[in-house]
């Protein structure tokens, strides 16, 4: 089931308050059509009752697709600065529902799932176009890490993310954007063959992989916090 309830949003234009209705569930599996409302970006976006301006609100939800094996809790970008808290949070969702606390049929159906927390919009859309490439959500974080690594000046800070958007089977595109606008600020394109040699390299990435062991937060940027709050 797909869940809906009103909610405030004020324009940050005008300054206007609107009622939206807001996602507290989304099941793609019955509602395909908010998947790709969320792939092409007009998931939860809406104009203001007053001046017309794009809004759109904070994710605070939770995301299942049984046929692609997918459980997703969703909290806003921002969270990223207190990770650790909600990804104890989202620990306690999946054993109420699939986990250690679930019925024996939501146990069962857990054993089918992969289970993640997702900060942000970007991020959320950036599960589904990885997934639809066949590709590891870890691998992916560990490209990541290596494309940083050869950069001499990314665009690092506390507001900026680096997402990917597209791809196929030659070509991997990614986006620098703000993490509180989703504004696109660089784009960089990757060849698909540094993906494939570092799900090749194996037991070279080992150290870095193991960071994510057992996690639900897939996500580099954790281990920036981790490191800041050492």
């Known amino acids: ?40 970006r007009s998931f939860q976006q809406v104009p203001c009752d007053s001046c017309g301006m794009a809004m ?7 995301y299942l697709d049984v046929r692609r094996g997918q459980w997703f809790m969703v909290e806003p970008a921002s969270t990223i600065e207190c990770w650790q808290n909600a990804e104890q949070a989202a620990f306690a969702t999946w054993d109420r529902a699939f986990g ?21 919009w970007p991020a959320l859309r950036e599960k589904l176009v990885c997934a639809d490439l066949g590709m590891d959500d870890v691998t992916l974080e560990l490209l990541k890490i290596d494309l940083l690594r050869d950069m001499q000046a990314p665009p690092l800070a506390d507001q900026s993310e680096l997402r990917l958007v597209a791809g196929d089977a030659a070509l991997l595109r990614f986006d620098w954007m703000e993490v509180a606008s989703e504004r696109v600020f660089e ?7 540094a993906y494939d040699a570092l799900v090749a390299a194996g037991d070279d990435w080992a150290d870095l992989r193991a960071h994510f062991d057992g996690t639900l937060l897939v996500d580099w940027r954790r281990l920036l916090f981790m490191e800041a709050g050492a």
């Open 100 to 120: 250690s606390q679930a019925t024996p049929q939501g146990r069962a159906l857990g054993e089918a799932l992969q289970a993640r927390l997702v900060l942000g």
């Open 1 to 40: 089931m797909s869940i809906f309830h009103p909610a405030a949003l004020v324009c940050a234009s005008c300054g206007a308050q609107n009622t939206v209705q807001r996602t507290a569930s989304v099941n793609a599996d019955r509602r395909p059509e908010l998947r790709a409302a969320i792939l092409d």
């Open 56 to 62: 759109r609100l904070a994710p605070h939800l939770t």
């Open 187 to 193: 784009g960089l394109e990757v060849a698909r063959d």
